[in-house]
């Protein structure tokens, strides 16, 4: 089991954010989380990635108990992409790879030929080798996304967790990470992320967790937990999940905007 999260609690100060949550992620399995702002989704990150220590409850990733792991025992266990973020120095995009080969080397060590190695896998699995000797911040996000999900892979962790990896990315960049990421669990990899964008479940997700306030919502098969009830709940808009192509995929219509835009265009005709 890749990670188990047994009766989860979490509070900031006086308020609570995580309750009595308890959920599994099999190895291999692309997990994403659901749930509006301010839901707890990165707070529940930073628990398992023992971020934030002073939860309740248990977390285990790969069977070991998170609270009891050093930094450098975390890293091998677990691997982390943040939200979008402003980089600011002038790094090789191989350099910004090379970071994350530090669990492997001992205090003042130069990364060698092993993390150099295992930095260039790391993009070309990606597909960006292309990249290594480029300046990371003259890559366009999307570009730069894939560098972290590299740096991620160098780190050599068989979990990563992912906080909405797409979010700054337009339609087509998030369509080629999305797949990257899929490609990357059927390799054996188990991924955890969160997203904003509920139709990603039905192309990108093996599992859906979704978070209300204060625990878990529902957590199962995305066909299942991805429901036109469930959607418009829990974001507070009239819902529709429709079937495409015979099935196949499913997509969430906000059907109120259909009636509404219909009135709108057909009094714009009247005048
Ligand atoms: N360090 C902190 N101290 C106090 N409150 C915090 C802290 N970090 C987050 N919060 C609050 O905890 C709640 C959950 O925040 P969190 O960032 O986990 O939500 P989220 O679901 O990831 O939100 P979003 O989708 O907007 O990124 C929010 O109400 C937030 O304001």
């Not at 999260?5 to 100060?13: M, T």
């Not at 191989?94 to 260039?120: F, I």
């Not at 009239?238 to 196949?248: P, R, T, W």
Request: proline share 3%; hydrophobic share 35%; with cysteine.
């Amino acid at each position: 089991m890749s990670i188990r999260v047994e009766h989860l609690g979490f509070s900031y100060g006086n308020r609570e954010i995580l309750h009595d949550l308890s959920f599994e992620v099999p190895d291999g399995c692309l997990v994403n989380v659901l749930g509006p702002n301010g839901v707890g989704k990165s707070t529940l990150f930073r628990c398992i990635l023992g971020l934030n220590q002073r939860y309740s409850g248990r977390i285990l990733v790969n069977g070991k108990d998170v609270r009891e792991l050093s930094i450098r025992q975390r890293a091998r266990e677990i691997s982390y992409i943040p939200q979008t973020h402003a980089p600011v120095y002038d790094y090789e995009v191989l350099d910004v790879v090379l970071m994350a080969t530090g669990s492997s080397m001992k205090v003042l060590w130069n990364p060698g030929c092993e993390q150099r190695k295992r930095a260039y896998e790391a993009l070309e699995r990606v597909g960006i080798e292309q990249f290594a000797h480029r300046l990371y911040t003259r890559l366009s996000g999307g570009e730069q996304q894939l560098v972290l999900i590299a740096r991620a892979l160098a780190q050599d962790a068989r979990t990563i967790v992912m906080d909405e990896p797409t979010s700054a990315l337009d339609y087509g960049n998030t369509v080629r990470v999305l797949s990257r990421i899929r490609q990357l669990a059927r390799e054996g990899l188990s991924i955890v992320q969160s997203t904003h964008n509920p139709d990603h479940a039905f192309l990108y997700a093996d599992k859906t967790l979704v978070l209300r306030s204060g625990g878990l919502e529902a957590y199962g098969d995305p066909r299942e937990v991805v429901t036109s009830d469930l959607v418009s709940r829990i974001y507070g808009v009239d819902v529709e999940v429709s079937s495409l192509y015979g099935d196949k995929v499913r997509v969430c219509v906000p059907v109120h905007e259909i009636t509404a835009c219909g009135r709108e265009n057909r009094g714009s005709e009247r005048t």
